[in-house]
């Protein structure tokens, strides 16, 4: 995995206490129980999936998993050999991890809480579901974020995401560089968020995972998710479609609240011994048995939301960890209730129960994660794709102002609205900026370019392909054409049509008061005509076209130039 390290230091102050935690101290009594050092952890006991009143699952051979496009409750042998696809593979593009820390002292949501050390709480004598805590004050946190950007992005395009818990989250990135690379996945960003520290009730962890609300998801969209955009420079998709949440233990927990109370922000979730459990603190009297309600009462009594859940969990996941005897802190019957309301409710799932497996079992996680993920991206379409014939919905590029799809065929920008026989002007003022076409090609514009992109033009009698297609007239400045499935080229008055997997550069530039035209190929080749006269230009040849006298001056070698040239460009 290629590493680029990017530290993105924030101070950190003293913070205020957070309202929540002021709340529950106002309420606690008024000589409350001493605080209790956390006990060390049971043994829990291995359960059989096949007990009454368990999901009934399909037991599949020992090592195997459930297949992608396949729904419903699975139980998977007590092997867990790692999936090829968790190895570092020779020849697969590798993606760029990007670094960043994030600082309570800047968070309007999340100023900063801890329970102390060796401490926990002691159960309400009057209400076993609540927990007393004494021990948890203000106190500043900072967080790691690492954020996966793929070899295959194309940058300034909107692009789907997966939001993990407990980050950084190396597994994750080797995983997707795998499984882009294959086509099981689509091109995604993942963005791996570290926890505000501590863990359970009285902790900034507990705070942000175990809260039955929409705080959480509202952290990501308005704080983390547009510091990633500015500092990773990448564009996320608004689509909820192509947002995915995940994370293990109450970082499971987490990712089913976040798209629970905000299904217009994420459809897809992935949990691994989900804390669909008791956890919450402060107590809230909407929702008693915290995410057990999620199960009990929250999906049970209420419509059916565009969801899509992968669930696993161990035959030795958690029971009763810790002093609250609640009867809602068993998480094998928490992810068995889950599955159960999801099959009664009509939900799109799949549930594994996995044996000789412990809580956020990492054997498993390796033998499973690259079959979850695929399962859990199958239907994805891009919003652009989605888009029906004559219809527009929004894309994002860099730097340019205002941008559109258009149709099937190309994302590209315009001022305002237009329709699909439209002509769309680009115009660059400063930087870069990179026009994406649905055939997988890019047209990258210099500083001081301006292109014309013909969304549909009228196939000519006499040519193989008949359909429709874009076109693109570079009028000013430097565009270069990378990719497969081009589009012609107009520069000068000539065509140029450049061939399958090539990389063409146009530039197009006044000199004195002539205008002068020259094409370049980098890769692959391109045919230049003139009314009947046709030239073909390979790699490493380029042409000058004068169009104040008509002609196309003969080609030249200039692969001396070539790599450090485009090189050069490539790296800008």
Same mark, same amino acid.
């Given at each position: 995995m290629? $590493?680029?390290?990017?530290?993105?230091g924030?101070?950190?102050?003293v913070?205020a206490?957070?309202?929540?935690?002021?709340?529950?101290?106002?309420?606690a009594?008024?000589?409350?129980p001493a605080?209790?050092t956390?006990?060390?952890?049971? /043994?829990?006991?291995?359960?059989?999936?096949?007990?009454?009143g368990?999901?009934?699952?399909?037991e599949?051979?020992?090592?195997?998993?459930?297949?992608?496009d396949?729904?419903g409750?699975?139980? $998977?042998?007590?092997?867990h050999n790692?999936?090829?696809?968790?190895?570092?593979?020779?020849?697969?593009?590798?993606?760029?991890?990007?670094?960043?820390?994030?600082s309570?002292?800047?968070?309007?949501?999340y100023?900063?809480v801890?329970?102390? #050390?060796?401490?926990?709480?002691?159960p309400?004598?009057a209400?076993p579901?609540?927990?007393?805590?004494?021990?948890?004050?203000p106190?500043?946190?900072?967080?790691r974020?690492a954020?996966y950007?793929p070899?295959?992005?194309?940058?300034?395009? /909107?692009?789907?995401?997966?939001?993990?818990a407990d980050?950084?989250? #190396?597994?994750?990135?080797?995983?997707?560089?795998?499984l $882009?690379?294959?086509?099981?996945?689509?091109v995604?960003?993942?963005? *791996? $968020?570290?926890?505000g520290?501590g863990?359970?009730?009285?902790?900034?962890?507990?705070?942000?995972?175990?809260?039955? *609300?929409?705080?959480?998801a509202e952290?990501?969209?308005t704080e983390?998710?547009?510091?990633v955009?500015?500092q990773?420079?990448?564009?996320?998709?608004k689509?909820p479609?192509g947002?995915a949440?995940?994370?293990?233990s109450?970082?499971? *927990?987490?990712?089913l609240?976040m798209a629970?109370?905000?299904?217009?922000?994420?459809?897809?979730?992935?949990t691994? *011994?989900?804390?669909?459990v008791?956890?919450?603190?402060?107590s809230?009297?909407q929702t008693?048995?915290?995410?057990?309600e999620?199960?009990r009462?929250?999906?049970?009594?209420?419509?059916?939301?565009p969801?899509?859940?992968?669930?696993?969990?161990?035959?030795?996941?958690l029971?009763?960890p810790?002093?609250?005897?609640d009867?809602?802190h068993d998480w094998?019957?928490?992810?068995?209730?889950? /599955?159960?309301v999801l099959?009664?409710?009509g939900?799109?799932y799949q549930?594994?129960?996995a044996?000789? #497996?412990?809580?956020?079992?990492r054997?498993?996680k390796?033998q499973t994660?690259p079959?979850a993920?695929e399962?859990?991206?199958k239907?994805?379409q891009?919003?652009?794709?989605?888009a029906?014939?004559?219809?527009?919905?929004?894309?994002?590029?860099?730097r340019?102002?205002g941008s559109v799809?258009?149709?099937?065929r190309l994302i590209?920008a315009?001022?305002?609205?237009?329709?699909l026989?439209?002509?769309?002007a680009?115009?660059?003022t400063?930087g870069?900026?990179v026009?994406?076409?649905q055939?997988g090609?890019v047209?990258?514009?210099?500083?001081?370019?301006e292109v014309r992109?013909?969304?549909?033009v009228p196939?000519r #009698?006499?040519?193989i392909?008949?359909?429709?297609?874009p076109?693109v007239e570079?009028?000013?400045g430097?565009?270069?054409?990378?990719?497969?499935g081009?589009?012609p080229?107009v520069?000068c008055?000539?065509? @140029?049509r450049?061939?399958?997997d090539?990389?063409?550069?146009?530039d197009?530039?006044?000199?004195?008061?002539?205008?002068?035209c020259?094409?370049?190929?980098y890769?692959?080749?391109?045919?230049?005509?003139?009314l009947?006269?046709?030239?073909?230009?390979?790699?490493g040849?380029?042409?000058?076209?004068d169009?104040?006298?008509?002609d196309?001056?003969p080609?030249?070698?200039? @692969?001396?130039e070539?790599?450090?040239?485009?090189?050069r460009?490539?790296?800008?």
């Amino acid at each position: 995995m290629r $590493i680029s390290r990017m530290s993105v230091g924030i101070l950190c102050g003293v913070m205020a206490a957070a309202g929540t935690i002021a709340a529950q101290n106002a309420g606690a009594p008024a000589t409350p129980p001493a605080a209790q050092t956390a006990p060390p952890r049971p /043994a829990p006991p291995t359960r059989d999936p096949n007990t009454p009143g368990f999901v009934a699952a399909k037991e599949l051979p020992d090592g195997a998993v459930p297949p992608a496009d396949a729904s419903g409750n699975f139980i $998977i042998g007590a092997t867990h050999n790692p999936a090829p696809e968790m190895t570092v593979q020779d020849g697969v593009p590798q993606g760029t991890i990007v670094n960043l820390t994030m600082s309570s002292a800047d968070s309007k949501i999340y100023p900063g809480v801890a329970r102390d #050390a060796g401490t926990f709480g002691t159960p309400d004598p009057a209400d076993p579901a609540k927990l007393v805590v004494t021990t948890s004050h203000p106190a500043p946190y900072t967080r790691r974020v690492a954020v996966y950007v793929p070899k295959q992005y194309l940058p300034g395009t /909107a692009a789907p995401f997966i939001v993990g818990a407990d980050g950084p989250d #190396a597994a994750l990135f080797t995983a997707l560089d795998n499984l $882009i690379a294959q086509k099981r996945v689509p091109v995604m960003i993942a963005i *791996s $968020i570290g926890n505000g520290s501590g863990d359970a009730q009285g902790s900034q962890r507990g705070l942000e995972y175990d809260t039955m *609300s929409g705080r959480y998801a509202e952290f990501v969209e308005t704080e983390v998710l547009p510091f990633v955009e500015q500092q990773a420079h990448v564009t996320l998709t608004k689509d909820p479609d192509g947002r995915a949440t995940m994370g293990c233990s109450s970082g499971g *927990s987490a990712a089913l609240i976040m798209a629970w109370y905000h299904p217009e922000w994420y459809h897809r979730v992935l949990t691994y *011994s989900g804390t669909f459990v008791n956890q919450q603190w402060p107590s809230n009297p909407q929702t008693p048995g915290g995410a057990w309600e999620l199960h009990r009462s929250l999906f049970p009594n209420n419509p059916v939301k565009p969801l899509r859940i992968w669930m696993q969990v161990g035959d030795r996941d958690l029971f009763n960890p810790n002093a609250m005897r609640d009867n809602m802190h068993d998480w094998v019957v928490a992810n068995e209730n889950m /599955a159960k309301v999801l099959a009664e409710k009509g939900y799109s799932y799949q549930f594994v129960f996995a044996r000789n #497996a412990g809580h956020c079992d990492r054997p498993t996680k390796l033998q499973t994660l690259p079959a979850a993920l695929e399962w859990l991206w199958k239907g994805y379409q891009a919003s652009s794709s989605r888009a029906g014939r004559g219809q527009i919905a929004s894309a994002t590029l860099g730097r340019i102002d205002g941008s559109v799809y258009v149709g099937d065929r190309l994302i590209a920008a315009s001022s305002g609205p237009m329709s699909l026989d439209d002509t769309v002007a680009i115009r660059t003022t400063r930087g870069r900026a990179v026009v994406g076409f649905q055939g997988g090609s890019v047209l990258a514009l210099d500083e001081h370019t301006e292109v014309r992109v013909q969304a549909n033009v009228p196939a000519r #009698a006499g040519f193989i392909d008949q359909r429709e297609r874009p076109r693109v007239e570079v009028l000013a400045g430097a565009a270069t054409l990378i990719g497969h499935g081009v589009p012609p080229v107009v520069f000068c008055g000539r065509e @140029a049509r450049p061939s399958p997997d090539s990389v063409v550069r146009f530039d197009v530039h006044q000199t004195g008061a002539a205008e002068v035209c020259r094409v370049r190929v980098y890769d692959g080749s391109a045919t230049v005509t003139l009314l009947s006269i046709a030239a073909e230009l390979r790699r490493g040849q380029a042409m000058t076209v004068d169009p104040s006298c008509g002609d196309m001056i003969p080609t030249k070698e200039f @692969a001396p130039e070539l790599i450090d040239e485009f090189d050069r460009w490539s790296r800008q």
